[in-house]
Each structure stands twice: as C-alpha cells, then as structure tokens.
C-alpha cells in the first residue's frame, strides 16, 4: 500500500493541474479566439472639446448668445459674465458622446426625427449640431451633425436650450482671487501687514469672528442669478476688492431673501435670509466671563480684631 504522505502530495498534485486547467479554459474563454472585436462605438463628432474656444447658442426661446474661452475660463459674451465651469465642461461632453445609430435626413418621411426645423441649435466653433426629438426607447434624443441624424442620450438638450441668464457662475468671486478689501453698509475692512483692520472698530471683536466674515465672501454662492434693471433706490452699497478688480454692488432685501445686484452688468444675485445674515453680520461672540478680582488688601483701614474691641 502506498505510504499516506505519498497519497497527500499525489492529491495536492493532482489539484494543482485542476486549477490549472480551469485558470486556461477561462483565459480561453474570455479571449474568445477566432470572434471579432466589436467595432468602437461612434462619436457624434470629431471635435477634440479641448480646442473648442466659442459656443453660439439659438434658444427656442429669448436672444441667441454665446460663450467664448480665454485661457481657462469661460465667459457669455453679453453681457460680459463668468460661465458656469461645470456646465460648460458637461455641455463640451456632447461632442464625443456615443452615437447609438447613424440615420439619414431623408429617411424621416413623417419628420419623427424633428430635426427640421429643430428644436434648438448649438454651434462648436464651426461643427452645428441641431436637436430634434426624442424617441421613447431608452430615453434618447436625435440629433443632426452635417448630414447625418444620430441619436444619442438625452441629457444635453436642456443646456442646450437653455438662456445665457443660466449661464452666469453664481460664484460672486473669480476662481484663485483673495479678497483685501471689504465696504460693508456698516462695516468696512481693508486688509493690512498686520491682519484685518476694520473701521469703525467693533468692541471686544475676535480675529476668528472676522476671518469667518471674509471667507463667507470668499465663497458666496448665489441660490440663483436672474437678469435685472436698474439698480433699486434704497439698496445699500457693497464693495469687494482684490489684487487686480473690484466688485461693485447694491444689497436689498426681498421678503425673506437678500438681491445683490450688479453695478456693471444687468444681474443680481438671490441669496437666502440666513445666508445674507452671514454676509453682513460679524458673527456673535459668546461673552467672556469676568476675571476674577485680585485679593484685596488694605493694612491702613483694617478691619478691626477683637483685641481691639477689648481695649477700646
């Protein structure tokens, strides 16, 4: 009979070459010789989004606008405005976005393509591409580049469609900007080598309480931007300033929201109560409690002991 540690190493043998051969008929499987690849899918266009440098806009509705690149930001062109970077970034997707099928013009004989005349038109530098309808199967949408109707996923079209008010970043302050001035309606900072110095200068205000007041502005973002016309009568006066620019602006409150309209370009900005709060406000301090009193010690009017009594 053979000896048990020979039949253990012929069983580990004998599953190692399972594996192995498991491990082979998998990798021959999954490389499936002698079965063509499937073709890559289609792009919509050619265009590399990075070189795209002007978007015009035809909008079912309102004015025909565009968008135009300096170096790495966009800005509408008029009125001259800051572009929303991720919408642009996600509109610029369109042009490589895959084409599910590749139909012709004349094909739609009862102009179930709808792309003549189209629904909206957006133009990349030189390439148009015209939106028509969608088609309820797998929520897609036709589209045309020059001679050829593709359908793609439907999630372009509302930006596509879109006003240039859409547009406008709801950021108040460029990207990488440091703020060194502040005119508030009742405060005013101005940023100096030894820190913030404020006039008029507030009572028992700590440094902490005005770096959160200038990081609000840092950061402020709008709930919404919306087209507007002369600046209100009673709006007070705001205005930011860094190394390079200035923003001049005009506050007024609505209801419970705040406006901050634009002295140079017909917008404003809506900003919620709690928001315009932050924005105006130098936040509260919780108050610091009262040292304590040093011991008091007065040896020329001492209280008087009871050996004093005795004698008196």
Do not use: C
Not at 69 to 81: K, M
Not at 180 to 209: K, M, N, V
Not at 245 to 269: F, H, K, S
């Amino acid at each position: 009979a053979a000896a048990p540690g020979a039949l253990m190493r012929g069983r580990l043998w004998l599953n190692l070459a399972l594996v192995l051969i498991v491990a082979l008929l998998a990798a021959i499987a999954w490389q499936q010789p002698g079965k063509t690849p499937p073709p890559p899918a289609t792009r919509l266009t050619a265009l590399d989004p990075g070189s795209v440098a002007h978007i015009a806009f035809h909008p079912p509705r309102g004015e025909p606008f565009a968008l135009q690149r300096e170096g790495e930001t966009w800005f509408i062109e008029q009125p001259r405005l800051r572009a929303q970077p991720f919408r642009v970034r996600t509109l610029l997707e369109l042009l490589t976005a895959p084409s599910a099928a590749q139909l012709a013009p004349a094909d739609d004989q009862d102009n179930a393509f709808g792309v003549e005349p189209p629904q909206t038109r957006v133009v990349f530098d030189d390439t148009e591409i015209a939106f028509g309808l969608t088609n309820p199967v797998g929520l897609r949408r036709y589209v045309r580049v020059g001679d050829t109707v593709h359908l793609i996923e439907d999630r372009y079209y509302h930006h596509a469609a879109s006003q240039w008010v859409d547009w406008v970043d709801r950021r108040l302050l460029p990207e990488g900007v440091t703020l060194t001035g502040l005119q508030l309606p009742d405060l005013t900072l101005s940023r100096a080598d030894t820190g913030w110095q404020l006039d008029p200068p507030p009572p028992a205000i700590g440094a902490d309480a005005i770096t959160a007041l200038v990081e609000e502005w840092q950061r402020a973002y709008a709930m919404d931007v919306e087209p507007a016309g002369e600046l209100p009568g009673d709006a007070k006066p705001l205005r930011l300033e860094w190394d390079g620019g200035a923003l001049d602006l005009g506050i007024v409150r609505d209801g419970d929201e705040w406006l901050l309209y634009r002295r140079d370009t017909p917008v404003r900005y809506r900003f919620s109560d709690n928001q315009g709060q932050r924005l105006l406000e130098l936040p509260q301090q919780a108050p610091q409690p009262p040292a304590a009193a040093p011991p008091h010690h007065d040896h020329d009017h001492a209280a008087p002991t009871a050996a004093d009594d005795a004698g008196a």
